[in-house]
C-alpha cells in the first residue's frame, strides 16, 4: 500500500509540474501571437507608407501643369475653329468667293 501511496504522490507532483509548464506554454503562445499581430500591424503600415511615397513621388506637378496647358490649347483651337466656321456661314457664298479670290490677288500681287 506504501508503494501506491508513493506513486500516486509522485504522479501527483509531475502532473501538478506538467500543469504549470502547459499554462507557461499557454502565456508564450499568447505572447507570440500579439507579436504576431503587431509584427502584421507595423508590416501593412510600412507598406502603406512606401506606396504612399511612391505614388506622390511619381506625381509630377510639371507634367500635371503641361497636361493642362495642352488641354487648353486644344479647347482653344476648337473654338477658334468654331468661331471660324461660324463667320464662314454666315457669309453668303457669293461674298465668300469674291472675297477670296481678292485676297488671292493680293498674294500673288495683281
Known sequence: MYIYT???????????????????????YEQLKLKQMQLMTRFYVAETMKQMDEAITSFRYDHVIK???????????????????????????????????????QLKGE
Open 6 to 28: 508513493q506513486q500516486y504522490s509522485t504522479l501527483k507532483e509531475k502532473t501538478t509540474v506538467l500543469t504549470e509548464k502547459v499554462k507557461q506554454l499557454y502565456e508564450t
Open 67 to 105: 497636361g493642362f496647358a495642352r488641354m487648353e490649347e486644344k479647347v482653344m483651337l476648337l473654338e477658334a475653329e468654331a468661331k471660324a466656321r461660324s463667320a464662314i456661314q454666315t457669309l453668303p457664298p457669293q461674298s465668300f468667293d469674291i472675297e477670296v479670290e481678292q485676297q488671292l490677288k
